[in-house]
T-cell receptor, first 115, second 115 residues
Framework: EAGVTQSPTHLIKTRGQQATLRCSPISGHTSVYWYQQALGLGLQFLLWYDEGEERNRGNFPPRFSGRQFPNYSSELNVNALELEDSALYLC??????????????FGPGTRLTVL | AQKITQTQPGMFVQEKEAVTLDCTYDTSDPSYGLFWYKQPSSGEMIFLIYQGSYDQQNATEGRYSLNFQKARKSANLVISASQLGDSAMYFCAMRPSEYGNKLVFGAGTILRVKS
């Protein structure tokens, strides 16, 4: 069974540009989560999508946005890039909502570098 | 406030010895879940072990066990018989309620296993 996949592996952009990151969940998973991991820091929750809807959002500015497609894959868009957006962006997927033990399976991440 | 605290930025352990990684948490919800993840240098997050707030017994998964002390709000990870491949970053995380699905992560502990 294929795991969570993310593309691209690395992305280099300049300040002010837009970045688009992609994630494909495990087959059968309807929930997709996005986390940001800045260098030396823990993961910060960004967004949660389930069944095509945004369900929850972390404490990030509106220039971080995304969507979930009918096949449950997801896209994270970061507009007007700033230097501090440089980080590893991790996508995770899980079965739908509900339950404390709803394990999130993580992808390998996209490393975004803003110059 | 929902928060995870990992007070050990880095730990060393001799191969074949046991090591305890500390984690304390804060949540006002009586129903929550606690997770430990391992992050090797490749960046991917690997799920290790889960403990639910209502679980009576400490969770165990192979060489991993979770020392859950609810009154102290601590959920320490114990790795027995350390191996060189255990060298990685370890994150404690919490699902702070049965609803919402996001995970709150600590800052992580870097573990280095010495031969």
């Amino acid at each position: 069974e294929a795991g969570v996949t993310q593309s691209p592996t690395h992305l280099i952009k300049t300040r002010g540009q837009q970045a688009t990151l992609r994630c494909s969940p495990i087959s059968g998973h309807t929930s997709v989560y996005w986390y940001q991991q800045a260098l030396g820091l823990g993961l910060q929750f960004l967004l949660w999508y389930d069944e095509g809807e945004e369900r929850n959002r972390g404490n990030f500015p509106p220039r971080f946005s995304g969507r979930q497609f009918p096949n449950y894959s997801s896209e994270l868009n970061v507009n007007a890039l700033e230097l501090e957006d440089s980080a590893l962006y991790l996508c995770a997927s899980s079965l739908g909502m509900g339950g404390l033990y709803n394990e999130q399976f993580f992808g390998p991440g996209t490393r975004l570098t803003v110059l | 406030a929902q928060k995870i605290t990992q007070t050990q930025p880095g730990m060393f352990v001799q191969e074949k010895e046991a090591v305890t990684l500390d984690c304390t948490y804060d949540t006002s919800d009586p129903s929550y879940g606690l997770f430990w993840y391992k992050q090797p240098s490749s960046g991917e997050m690997i799920f290790l072990i889960y403990q639910g707030s209502y679980d009576q017994q400490n969770a165990t998964e192979g060489r991993y066990s979770l020392n859950f002390q609810k009154a102290r709000k601590s959920a320490n990870l114990v790795i027995s018989a350390s191996q060189l491949g255990d060298s990685a970053m370890y994150f404690c995380a919490m699902r702070p309620s049965e609803y919402g699905n996001k995970l709150v992560f600590g800052a992580g502990t870097i573990l280095r296993v010495k031969s």
